[in-house]
Nanobody, 125 residues
Framework: QVQVVESGGGLVLPGGSLRLSCTVS????????IGWFRQAPGKEREGVSS????????YYSDSVKGRFTISRDNAKEIVYLQMNSLKPEDTAVYYC??????????????????WGQGTQVTVSS
């Protein structure tokens, strides 16, 4: 059974940075494309970034482009989301997800098959 686990969330001041991590058990990360999503209270789940395990292509939503970076440590089989210049509007539960569909670049939640439980990120002074 594929399990996805996120970590690294927390409370950070505006302008600060956090790095989220995503690990997978029960399967090999090479089989999936990876996405990061977030969901703020009362809002729909939003695609933030995705990474192709095939060619390394990355995609970002306009709201985080230039501030967030998705990357993968192949040796450790961990996917990271480096978040810089954080803003209060970045506050949300952040989820890591795996896609088998090939449509990871759409950042549409229904194109992702396996999800973690989420990690809370709060940006506040």
């Amino acid at each position: 059974q594929v399990q996805v686990v996120e970590s690294g969330g927390g409370l950070v001041l505006p302008g600060g940075s956090l790095r989220l991590s995503c690990t997978v058990s029960g399967s090999n990360l090479d089989y999936y494309d990876i996405g990061w999503f977030r969901q703020a209270p009362g809002k729909e789940r939003e695609g933030v970034s995705s990474l192709s395990s095939n060619n390394g292509n990355t995609y970002y939503s306009d709201s985080v482009k230039g501030r967030f970076t998705i990357s993968r440590d192949n040796a450790k089989e961990i996917v990271y989301l480096q978040m810089n210049s954080l803003k209060p509007e970045d506050t949300a539960v952040y989820y890591c997800a795996l896609s088998e569909s090939g449509y990871y670049y759409t950042l549409i939640p229904t194109e992702f098959d396996y999800w973690g439980q989420g990690t809370q990120v709060t940006v506040s002074s």
